[in-house]
């Protein structure tokens, strides 16, 4: 079910009381539902890598647009021999055909892709041909001795004309991946820009006035988790995000930063993400910043665990702000469940799918919440890691999954949903070992 509260009125800051927690496959839809897709965006060719194409690249004109060489040599009309132009007449530059029809039994030197001349039947290979002296001074050029039976035939090295596109030819559909030879497709083919889907803007806010960012954190300090990596995260899902904003506890310091979250280039982010806060202590100050904004509550807790304190919320001029809870894992937990569907959707793309694996343990029931383990792939099974607690990294740092345990539990051999992470391949693609004998971290 979908929370939509107006964040106003001594309710401010609160979801409805009957409203329960949405489970996590109904939290992930509600997330990527709420949002569409971004306008597409024109990008010069050196930044496309990576981009997905809205529009079809068609060829601008034929591909070649003229007929070439493909050697090295001269370009012939007739059985020959033939005659070489005198190299001291204006033009006759090697390699450049830029002067006139060829004649019937005349010859020029031309270069690999260079343009063959009207007239020219053929080109005969630099190694297949020999210059002698012709009458009055005149060079002539014959078929040499180390030729081919059949050299040189009618057509023979010549690249024609549309050889490998014509004009109007779909090179690249939309829908493609764009990377470096597609590029250069599309350069080859007359562009300089491409038409993408657009990637979600994304302003990062970490909140905690005990939160240090260099060093061996001292008693009742932390140190900072998601600084160094959230950023990357979110490009790897689909956004752009800036660097971070970091702020204390301070209701006057959320107000300010979630009014003034901005994107990389300095215009309006589409998504804030914003770390800690999301609980109900005096401290947290999430609902009520959005509240004072005039923003509403979309999502207001989640039956999982960890992560259940995520919230999702919208500002009145469109920005979304998903708020993570403040233990790291917990707020991995929570952007691969809120935070991955809405940049999804923003940027035209399906919701991240999960695929069946085989469990190999089983994991009891914890009735009402959706369980979120990190996990291995080892001989075709998924296996827990250890160290999985809402406030640990060690055993996300050794993962390749997440294993998304029903309210049930699963039975060792049963399939299971596992989510691939944004920084390992798809699940059906890890190497399996084999995992008797050894210690998953």
Not at 204 to 210: A, D, I
Not at 337 to 360: C, H, N, Q, Y
Request: aromatic share 4%.
């Amino acid at each position: 079910m979908l929370i939509t509260e107006t964040m106003a009125g001594p309710r401010a800051g609160h979801a409805h009381p009957c409203h329960a927690a949405p489970s996590w496959a109904e939290a992930r839809r509600l997330a990527y539902e709420c949002a569409g897709p971004l306008p597409p965006v024109w990008v010069p060719l050196a930044d496309a890598d990576g981009r997905v194409l809205h529009r079809d690249v068609t060829a601008l004109q034929d591909l070649p647009h003229y007929a070439s060489s493909a050697m090295d040599g001269w370009a012939v009309n007739g059985a020959g021999p033939w005659l070489l132009p005198d190299p001291q007449q204006p033009g006759a530059h090697p390699g450049l055909a830029t002067y006139g029809r060829l004649a019937p039994n005349h010859a020029r030197v031309i270069a690999t892709g260079g343009l063959v001349p009207a007239g020219a039947q053929a080109i005969l290979r630099k190694e297949s041909g020999e210059v002698v002296p012709g009458p009055s001074g005149s060079l002539l050029l014959s078929v040499g001795p180390g030729a081919r039976a059949d050299e040189p035939r009618r057509g023979q090295h010549i690249r024609p004309a549309g050889e490998e596109a014509l004009a109007g030819d779909v090179l690249l559909p939309a829908g493609t991946v764009l990377n470096p030879a597609r590029i250069a497709l599309a350069a080859v083919a007359g562009h300089d820009e491409v038409l993408v889907r657009a990637r979600p803007s994304v302003a990062v806010v970490l909140t905690g006035s005990e939160v240090v960012t260099q060093g061996v954190p001292a008693a009742g300090e932390v140190r900072d988790t998601f600084g160094p990596q959230l950023g990357t995260v979110l490009s790897q899902l689909g956004g752009i995000a800036g660097g971070p904003a970091r702020i204390g506890d301070s209701f006057s310091e959320w107000l300010s930063a979630l009014d003034t979250a901005t994107a990389p280039d300095g215009g309006k982010a589409d998504v804030v993400i914003t770390t800690g806060g999301t609980g109900r202590s005096g401290t947290d100050h999430f609902r009520a910043a959005i509240g004072s904004l005039g923003g509403r509550i979309l999502l207001d807790g989640i039956a999982m665990r960890p992560g259940h304190p995520a919230v999702l919320a919208e500002l009145p001029d469109g920005r979304f702000v998903a708020g993570l809870p403040g233990n790291p894992l917990a707020a991995m937990m929570a952007l691969l469940t809120v935070g991955a569907p809405l940049i999804a959707a923003l940027g035209g793309r399906p919701l991240p799918a999960a695929t069946d694996v085989l469990s190999g343990s089983d994991m009891p029931p914890d009735p009402g919440r959706t369980r979120l383990v990190p996990c291995r792939i080892l001989s075709g099974l998924a296996f827990p890691v250890q160290h999985t607690g809402p406030g640990m990294m060690r055993g996300l740092a050794w993962a390749e999954g997440v294993m998304v345990v029903p309210p049930d539990g699963v039975d060792s051999g049963q399939p299971v949903p596992v989510l691939p992470l944004p920084w390992s391949p798809g699940v059906d693609m890890v190497p399996g070992t084999n995992p008797q004998g050894r210690s998953i971290p």
